[in-house]
């Protein structure tokens, strides 16, 4: 009696739209929200807000033949495609030194503690303190108004390139310059400079 051939096991058929969403990351170059799977395919990072974002393009649904590319409710670090790696890592460290700075110094103190803070360990915690000092120094790094002003603005607020630009009657080419300034400031300030990209 002859065997049966084994045959190797077959990948799962991707969740319909996946695999397109995954194309459209590819070719503008947003590749860092996707992973590869136990079978090598690249795949959106499951249960992250990234992977909830649907892409959509004109033009028949490529790039390559002039689609253009709408998100909608993106982070504007993630969503000017232009910006490199270390430029969004800069203004990612950025948020998350204010945010640590902000959030922190909101949490409720204990009934025990007294107003005046005379317990020992009492007052403000020192890792707020260091979270609020990093943050100075890095809006400090950035030295321009008009720098500092995009930097806050795209990446403390969330605000949109074009909102930002229509508000300061700007073009939204040089808002999108600032920022780039901005960023690359900040890597400088954080030592992402000459890092190699990963």
Not at 142 to 151: G, K, P, S, T
Request: charged content about 30%; some cysteine; overall charge positive.
């Amino acid at each position: 009696m002859p065997r049966k051939p084994v045959r190797k096991p077959q990948p799962p058929k991707l969740p319909k739209g996946e695999a397109e969403q995954v194309r459209i990351r590819r070719e503008v170059g947003h590749d860092f929200a996707l992973k590869p799977d136990a079978f090598g395919r690249q795949r959106l990072t499951a249960g992250t807000a990234e992977a909830r974002r649907v892409y959509e393009v004109s033009n028949g649904g490529y790039t390559s033949t002039g689609g253009i590319v709408r998100l909608r409710n993106v982070d504007p670090l993630t969503g000017i495609t232009s910006l490199t790696r270390q430029q969004r890592e800069a203004g990612q460290r950025f948020r998350d030194d204010f945010e640590r700075a902000t959030r922190h110094g909101l949490q409720p103190q204990s009934w025990s503690e007294r107003v005046d803070a005379s317990r020992m360990g009492g007052g403000v915690p020192d890792r707020v303190l260091s979270a609020g000092r990093a943050h100075a120094h890095a809006a400090a790094a950035l030295a321009h108004w008009e720098v500092a002003e995009v930097v806050r603005k795209t990446c403390l607020e969330g605000q949109s390139v074009k909102a930002i630009a229509e508000r300061s009657g700007e073009g939204r080419d040089v808002v999108v310059k600032l920022l780039k300034v901005g960023l690359d400031l900040l890597a400088v300030h954080y030592g992402m400079m000459g890092r190699k990209a990963g």
